[in-house]
Every structure is written in C-alpha cells, then in structure tokens.
C-alpha cells in the first residue's frame, strides 16, 4: 500500500468518525497527517524488513521514491 492510499484511508477514517459524532470533517491538521505520515514510514520499513526485501527490490524502490519525494 502507498502513502496516498493510506492517506485516503485515514481520511476516510476521520470523516467516518465525525459523522458519527454528529459533525463534518473534511481534512485534518498538519500535526496529525505527519503523524501518520511517520507511522506509515516506520511501519513499511519493518514490513519491507519482516518480508526480507531488499534494496535491489522493484517495490522498495517504488516505496522509497514516494518517502523521498513526498511532501507531507
């Protein structure tokens, strides 16, 4: 999974909540997406880690490119 899915699952998530409370939330702050942006880093790397990728590996590039170019 890429960031941009996990992010519209996060946002998906957060919109989700706050209807149940009642609410509309469109977005979130830049505290919380870079949270989850930090979460979504350490987490692929022990899941590239776990599954024995290594650097030479189509999908670590791909991971690694989205990391280095993002914006978040």
């Known amino acids: 999974m890429s960031w941009s899915e996990a992010r519209i699952g996060f946002d998906g998530l957060e919109i989700g909540k706050s209807i149940l409370k009642g609410n509309v939330v469109t977005g979130e702050g830049r505290q919380s997406t870079q949270a989850q942006k930090q979460g ?32 978040f």
């Open 40 to 71: 979504y880093n350490q987490g692929i790397k022990i899941y590239n880690q776990r599954n024995s990728l290594d650097s030479n590996n189509k999908e670590v590039r791909r991971l690694d490119n989205i990391y280095n170019n993002s914006k």
